[in-house]
């Protein structure tokens, strides 16, 4: 009944046209777990060909080999109820951190610039102010500014592979949470210092 199988409706459809020509059914089982691009079909139907080649009723064999099909689907809907939460959770949390980073970052660098202003600076391209771990020298922010990108960028690689162990599958699928991740710390790098430097206007230092 290919109504239960809307999804590999057209290749159910060969592999019966395939069968009924008479055409080797070893080959046509193969051909279409092939056509599927399903690795669980490929194994299902590969424990089918294998328990008929040893001798195995057709209709046993098919329905074990069917159950396992449908324990290993019930377990990968399982795990996805699970690693589909975390994930959104993980990107929730990178993009959070991301943010956090350069808006600390953004307010020490342009607090430390309107003090410079207001205060003259000593002269020594240190911002003194009343408060000496309030003193930044210029050598510090840009070390603050050079750190940020890698720092960024490993956390990227990190939550990444977190995604990726966590939803399985294959292992290319990891590059895809890369570029959510990436793209999140790139939106945070543009976005926020121009967010933070307008929340500094509305409050001019005289």
């Keep these: 009944d290919r109504r239960s199988f809307t999804a590999l409706s057209h290749q159910i459809k060969q592999l019966h046209s395939r069968l009924s020509a008479r055409i080797d059914s070893a080959m046509c089982w ?21 328990g008929i080649n040893q001798g195995g009723e057709a209709a046993e064999v098919g329905s074990r080999s069917s159950l396992m099909a449908m324990k290993v689907s019930f377990l990968r809907a399982k795990r996805h109820t699970v690693s589909y939460t975390f994930g959104l959770l993980t990107m929730a949390m990178h993009a959070t951190i991301a943010g956090l980073l350069v808006f600390i970052i953004s307010i ?7 003090v410079a202003e207001a205060g003259g600076g000593t002269g020594t391209g240190a911002v003194d102010t009343m408060l000496p771990f309030f003193s930044f020298k210029p050598g510090d922010l840009q070390i603050f500014s050079l750190v940020l990108i890698p720092v960024l960028i490993i956390f990227s690689l990190a939550n990444a592979g977190a995604a990726q162990v966590a939803e399985g599958g294959y292992k290319f699928r990891f590059f895809y949470f890369l570029s959510i991740t990436l793209a999140m710390s790139g939106i945070s790098l543009l976005v926020v210092p121009a967010a933070v430097e307008w929340l500094f206007t ?5």
């Design 202 to 206: 509305l409050t001019p230092v005289k």
């Design 108 to 114: 020490v660098q342009i607090f430390s610039r309107l």
């Design 30 to 50: 193969r051909r279409f777990a092939t056509d599927s691009g399903s690795a669980l079909i490929d194994r299902s139907i590969a424990i089918f060909t294998d």
